[in-house]
């Protein structure tokens, strides 16, 4: 009982999260739209416009990473494991879940390192990088969270079976 609840308060999390990174794409879209029409018409562009777009966008990214994962929405292939039985596709989701939490660790410390470590400023509107470098870090430690929901959800399903 307290496993589901620990469960859903971090899916919920997550959506809000998502949710959050959605409402970035309002403003990218308003920017993006604003550069082309003063590059199309006026022959000026928003200064800072590319950078704001590659923070923004990549905020996005990593925000919705982990509810991608819950909704099972990030690309899979199932063309050898369909052929398997039922116990084998649950081995196969086990043993390739177990690997994706292994990378995804060495990406959390990798982005953690990286982010405490960088000082430099972006080129044109001397914004920090340091902040999106760790957005990088808590994005895949809510991905790695996620993962290890569904490895603890297959095991227990290979236990049943």
């Known amino acids: ?17 998502c949710a959050g990174g959605m409402f970035l794409l309002l403003p990218l879209m308003l920017l993006t739209t604003g550069d082309v ?10 200064p800072g416009s590319f950078e704001l777009s590659e923070y923004i966008l990549a905020t996005f990214i990593l925000l919705g ?20 039985s039922s116990r084998g596709q649950t081995l196969c989701q086990i043993l390739t879940t177990f690997l994706s939490l292994v990378i995804i660790a060495v990406v959390v410390w990798q982005g953690l390192l990286k982010g405490l470590e960088e000082k430099t400023v972006s080129d044109m509107l001397r914004i920090p990088q340091y902040p999106f470098r760790l957005l990088v870090s808590f994005g895949g430690f809510l991905l790695w969270i996620e993962l290890l929901i569904d490895l603890i959800s297959s095991i227990g399903k290979l236990g049943r079976r």
């Open 37 to 46: 029409i003063g590059r199309k018409f006026f022959s000026k562009t928003i």
């Open 65 to 84: 990473v982990a509810y991608t994962q819950q909704v099972r929405g990030h690309v899979g292939v199932s063309f050898f494991t369909s052929k398997l």
């Open 1 to 17: 009982m307290m496993w589901m609840k620990i469960k859903k308060g971090i899916q919920r999390f997550n959506y809000w999260l």
